[in-house]
């Protein structure tokens, strides 16, 4: 390396280096906010007391995971969930609805629990993933920016994901069904 002998450049040698750890802290940014392409390996448990890698869950056959990542977005996801379940084109499909409760103390975890429970069925309990860790990898895998939307994934059988979005059900549903034709 050759050492610079004036300020002019010193300046430059600067203005170079600091342009290529701009360039190199953009390209970091800009790869922690592309949408993670593999399912964080965090073990779950579901509303009947299972524990469950979702990773591992996924595999085999196409899944939609639809998370919430608030109490305002459970309403959506219920909603997503129903829909998705009614629907002849996700017939062959599982259907995770995820709830992110890492953010709850955790004595009301189980209170927050016992009220997602009431009205759901065995089955649909064991489909109901609670997740009270790695949030941070959560939110990069579904990109996730607003608390009070639901996000949805729709992967096929060997994990690769097919369609990302997320909102209302009357919004995405259109293009979650184009995805899976």
């Known amino acids: 390396m050759r050492i610079p002998k004036s300020d002019d450049e010193w300046g430059q040698m600067f203005h170079r280096g600091m342009m290529h750890a701009f360039v190199v802290a953009a390209l970091c940014v800009a790869a922690s906010r592309c949408v993670a392409q593999e399912i964080p390996a965090t073990v779950a448990e579901t509303l009947s007391g299972k524990q469950v890698a979702i990773r ?50 955790g004595f009301i975890r189980g209170m927050i629990k016992s009220g997602m ?13 609670v997740l009270t860790q790695d949030e941070k990898q959560w939110r990069i895998y579904f990109d996730a920016h607003a608390d009070n939307e639901p996000y949805l994934v729709l992967l096929d059988a060997t994990g690769k994901t097919l369609w990302r979005g997320h909102g209302a059900v009357a919004g995405s549903e259109p293009a979650l069904k184009a995805a899976v034709r």
């Not at 069925?121 to 993933?129: N, T, V």
């Open 117 to 129: 429970r009431k009205g759901l069925s065995a089955q649909e309990q064991d489909q109901f993933l």
């Open 56 to 105: 591992t869950a996924t595999q085999g056959h196409r899944t939609v995971l639809v998370a919430g990542f608030s109490r305002e977005a459970g309403t959506g996801c219920t909603d997503w969930v129903k829909t998705l379940r009614a629907d002849r084109a996700f017939a062959g499909a599982a259907v995770y609805e995820i709830a992110m409760l890492e953010g709850a103390p």
